[in-house]
Nanobody
Framework: QVQLVESGGGLVQAGGSLRLSCAAS????????MNWYRQAPGNERELVAH???????SYADSVKGRFTISRDNAKNTLYLQMSSLKPEDTAVYYC?????????????WGQGTLVTVSS
């Protein structure tokens, strides 16, 4: 099994920066891709950034050029560097991992970390 624990959320002014971390533990060798999602009040959860085990990345249009996803495989940690933050980036951010444990596909979520951007 894989467990995920996020950290790094908080309150920041518009235009500021913040870095989120997601520490993975357990059968991390089974992880094939990791993602950051976010959910603002009253909205559905949306995919923010994606990274494969090979390091390929993709981003939502709303954060492209401002956010950077990365992973340190040696530390089993996923990061989301957020810059030029806007009030509309305010949300709970969730780390997500997908992979295969033998023939079984799995998807795991962290508990979420709140990011609040003040105007």
């Amino acid at each position: 099994q894989v467990q995920l624990v996020e950290s790094g959320g908080g309150l920041v002014q518009a235009g500021g920066s913040l870095r989120l971390s997601c520490a993975a533990s357990g059968d991390t060798i089974c992880i094939s891709a990791m993602n950051w999602y976010r959910q603002a009040p009253g909205n559905e959860r949306e995919l923010v950034a994606h990274i494969t085990s090979g390091g390929s990345t993709s981003y939502a249009d709303s954060v492209k050029g401002r956010f950077t996803i990365s992973r340190d495989n040696a530390k089993n940690t996923l990061y989301l560097q957020m810059s030029s933050l806007k009030p509309e980036d305010t949300a709970v951010y969730y780390c997500n991992a997908v992979g295969w444990s033998g023939p079984r596909h799995f998807e795991v979520w962290g508990q979420g970390t709140l990011v609040t951007v003040s105007s």
